[in-house]
C-alpha cells in the first residue's frame, strides 16, 4: 500500500507522454484519474491508520531497517499525505480549463505528477538522503512548473525561485553528509537512537542550523522569502496553489519538523534557545509580510505575502512547542493548505475572466461571478480566523498553546495580526468584488465548470474542516502532534522495541 | 581535518558566487562548485587511509574497505546536480533569448 503514493504519480508521469502521443485529451484524463486515486488512497490511510489496520513500515526491497530504505506511515505522514493530495486533485481538476492558454499540455501534467511524487515521497520517507532525493524531485518539477509560461518575467522568476531554491537543497544535502558523518546511519529512527546515546554536540548544532537555513529557504521563512512572490506571481495558478498550499509546508514545515522532533529529539525543555529562534522567525515572518502584503496593487502578490505571513503563524507555532502550540501548527497546515489553494484558484479564476491583475482595475464582480467571488469571501473569512471556519481553529489553539507558556506577546502578535490578515483580504473582497459596480461591463462571465467544480470542492473542505473540527482534531491532528511532542515514539515505532 | 575545511571553503567560495557575481552563467558555475564541494565531502567521509576499493573478490577477505555508502550517495547526487545543472542552463538561454543579456541587473521587470 505505502509505495503506491509514489509509484501511482510516478506512472503517470511517464505513462502520460506515451499517451497523450494517441490522444491529447488522454492526457487531462490520466492526470485527474492519478488525482482523484491519490485522494482515495489519502483518506484510507487516513481511516486505516485510525483503525489501526495499517502497517506503518514498509521496508522496500524487503531489506530491513536500519540497513534497508524504509517508508514510514504514521500519523503525521498522514496529515502531510492527505493534504498533498486533497490540494493536488482540485489543482489537476482547474487546470483542464486553465490550459487551454499553452501548448504542450502533457508536459504540463507530467511535471505536475512528478511533483505529486516527490511531495508524497518527502512526508513517506524514513531514510534522510531518500527524503532529500524526493526533495529534489519535487523541487526541480516546481522549478519548471513556475517557468510553464516561458514569457520574460516568468523565467526570470523561475530563475531567481531555482538559484534559491538549489542553495536550499545544497545546504539540506550538506547537513546530511554532516550527519552521516556523525552517526554512520541514514536511516532516521536509527539516526534519532544514535543521536539521543551521544547528547548534543557542537557538530549537531551546526547540522541543526544549516538545516534549519536549508528548510527555511524552502517554507519561505522571512529573511529567505524573496523567491517566493515571484515566483507565485507567475506560476500557473494550479501551481500557485500546490506551490503555496503544499510544496512549502511539505518541504519546509513537514520536513524540518521531522528532522528536529523526531530525529534530533528536541523539545522545548531541552533547546530552549533554538525554539526561541523559531518563535523569532516566526513573530518577523507573521509582522514583516503582513505589513508588506497591505500595500500590494496586484491581488496575486499578496495572496503570496500573506503566505509568508501565515507560513509564520505553522512556526511560531512549532516554536512554541507544547502540545496546544503543536496541534495548532499541524491544524493550521491542514487549513491554510485547503485555503490558500482555494484562494490562489478564486483570484486565478477572476484574472482569467476579467484579464487583469490589478485592484484597481476591478469592481463589482460578484454580480457576474458568484461561484468565484463567493468562494473568495468563505476562503478569505477562513484564512483571517474568522469562528465557524478552520483558520479560526488554527489561530486558536496557536495562541491558547501561547498563551500556556505564559509567551503573552507572540499570543498578542499573532491575534493582532490576524485581524490584519482579515483587513488586507477585505481590501480585495471589497474593491475586487462588491464596489465600483460601474467599472465593469457585463461582459465578465463566470468561470467554465470545471475550475468552478474545484472551488467549490475546497471552500467545502474549508468549511468542513471547520465546521467538524472535532473529527478532524480527533483522527488527523492529535495523533500527528503526539508524533511531535512525544519525539522518541518514531524511532520505536520504526525500529521495534 | 584539512580536506573538510576545503571542502567548506569550496562552498563558501560557490556561495559567494551565487551571491555575489552578476553574470548569470558565473552562478550556475557557482552553484556547481557548491555541489562538488559537498559531493566532495561525501567522499571524504567514507574514506579511510590505506584501505582498498570495495570490491568483494572471495570471502575473508581481512583488509579494511572504504566505506561504500557515500560513494553511491555521490553517485546519486551527481545526476541531480546534472539535471539541476541542466534547467538551470536551459532557463539561462531562455533568458537570454528574451533579454538579450546575462546580467542579472538588468533582467528586472519584477519589482516587489
Known amino acids: 500500500m505505502l509505495p503506491l503514493f509514489i509509484i501511482v504519480p510516478l506512472c503517470g508521469a511517464f505513462l502520460i507522454p506515451l499517451l497523450s502521443r494517441l490522444w491529447k485529451g488522454l492526457a487531462d484524463v490520466v492526470g485527474n484519474l492519478v488525482g482523484a486515486v491519490l485522494v482515495g488512497f489519502a483518506v484510507y490511510g487516513v481511516a486505516a491508520l485510525a483503525g489501526g489496520s495499517l502497517p506503518a513500515v514498509y521496508a522496500m526491497g524487503g531489506w530491513m531497517p536500519p540497513v534497508g530504505i524504509v517508508l514510514v506511515y504514521d500519523s503525521l505522514t498522514a496529515l502531510v499525505v492527505l493534504i498533498t493530495n486533497l490540494v493536488g486533485f482540485p489543482a489537476l481538476l482547474f487546470s483542464t480549463r486553465y490550459l487551454d492558454q499553452y501548448t504542450g499540455r502533457w508536459k504540463y501534467y507530467s511535471l505536475f505528477m512528478l511533483l505529486l511524487a516527490g511531495l508524497n515521497g518527502v512526508a513517506l520517507s524514513g531514510d534522510m538522503f531518500n527524503m532529500f532525493v524526493f526533495i529534489e524531485i519535487a523541487a526541480i518539477a516546481s522549478y519548471a512548473l513556475v517557468a510553464f509560461g516561458t514569457r520574460a518575467e516568468e523565467l526570470e522568476s523561475g530563475f531567481k525561485y531555482m538559484v534559491m531554491g538549489e542553495v536550499g537543497s545544497l545546504l539540506i544535502l550538506l547537513s ?137 503563524y505553522i512556526v511560531l507555532g512549532l516554536g512554541i512547542g507544547n502540545y496546544w502550540a503543536i496541534v495548532g501548527a499541524l491544524f493550521h497546515v491542514l487549513s491554510h493548505a485547503v485555503t490558500k489553494g482555494l484562494l490562489f484558484l478564486a483570484s486565478r479564476s477572476i484574472e482569467r475572466q476579467t484579464g487583469t491583475r490589478e485592484i484597481g482595475n476591478l469592481g463589482g464582480l460578484e454580480r457576474n461571478m458568484p461561484v468565484t467571488s463567493w468562494s473568495y469571501v468563505l476562503g478569505s473569512l477562513s484564512m483571517s480566523g474568522v469562528p465557524p471556519f478552520a483558520g479560526f481553529f488554527s489561530k486558536l489553539f496557536i495562541i491558547v498553546g501561547a498563551v500556556e507558556a505564559r509567551m503573552y506577546w507572540p499570543a498578542i502578535v499573532a491575534g493582532l495580526f490576524s485581524v490584519l490578515t482579515l483587513g488586507y483580504l477585505l481590501k480585495v473582497i471589497n474593491n475586487v468584488l462588491f464596489v465600483n459596480r460601474d467599472r465593469n461591463s457585463s461582459l465578465v462571465r463566470e468561470a467554465p465548470a470545471p475550475i468552478l467544480v474545484a472551488l467549490v470542492m475546497l471552500t467545502a473542505l474549508a468549511l468542513a474542516f471547520g465546521l467538524g473540527f472535532r473529527p478532524v482534531l480527533d483522527w488527523i491532528v492529535n495523533p500527528a502532534a503526539k508524533v511531535l511532542t512525544i519525539p522518541l515514539t518514531y524511532a520505536q515505532m520504526v525500529l521495534g522495541g | 581535518m584539512v580536506p573538510f575545511i576545503a571542502c567548506l571553503l569550496l562552498f563558501l567560495l560557490g556561495l559567494y558566487a551565487i551571491v555575489l557575481k552578476r553574470n548569470i552563467i558565473k552562478i550556475i558555475i557557482g552553484f ?28 575473508g577477505m581481512t583488509q579494511d574497505f572504504v566505506d561504500p555508502l557515500p560513494q553511491a550517495l555521490v553517485l546519486t547526487s551527481i545526476v541531480i546536480g546534472l539535471a539541476t545543472t541542466a534547467l538551470m542552463l536551459a532557463f539561462a538561454m531562455r533568458i537570454y533569448e528574451k533579454y538579450h543579456t546575462f546580467d542579472i541587473t538588468e533582467i528586472r521587470r519584477l519589482r516587489g
Open chain 1, 176 to 312: 546530511v553528509a554532516m550527519l552521516y558523518a556523525h552517526t554512520s546511519t541514514l536511516n532516521m529512527a536509527d539516526m534519532a537512537r544514535v543521536l539521543q546515546a551521544g547528547g548534543l554536540t557542537p557538530l549537531s548544532w551546526f547540522v541543526l542550523a544549516t538545516m534549519l537555513v536549508g528548510f527555511s529557504i524552502k517554507m519561505a521563512m522571512m529573511p529567505f522569502h524573496s523567491w517566493l512572490p515571484d515566483a507565485h506571481l507567475s506560476a500557473p495558478a494550479p501551481v500557485s496553489a500546490m506551490l503555496s498550499g503544499v510544496f512549502i509546508k511539505v518541504l519546509g514545515v513537514y520536513a524540518m519538523s521531522r528532522v528536529v522532533f523526531n530525529v534530533f529529539g528536541l523539545t522545548r525543555s531541552v533547546a530552549p534557545q533554538f525554539f526561541n529562534l523559531l518563535v523569532g522567525l516566526g513573530l518577523l515572518s507573521i509582522i514583516a509580510a503582513s505589513l508588506l502584503a497591505i500595500n500590494q496593487k496586484d491581488y496575486k502578490r499578496l495572496l503570496a505575502y500573506s503566505t509568508v505571513s501565515q507560513v509564520g
Open chain 2, 32 to 59: 556547481s562548485l557548491m555541489e562538488y564541494a559537498v559531493n566532495l565531502l561525501f567522499a571524504f567521509i567514507g574514506f579511510k587511509q590505506g584501505a582498498i576499493a570495495p570490491i568483494i573478490t572471495r570471502l
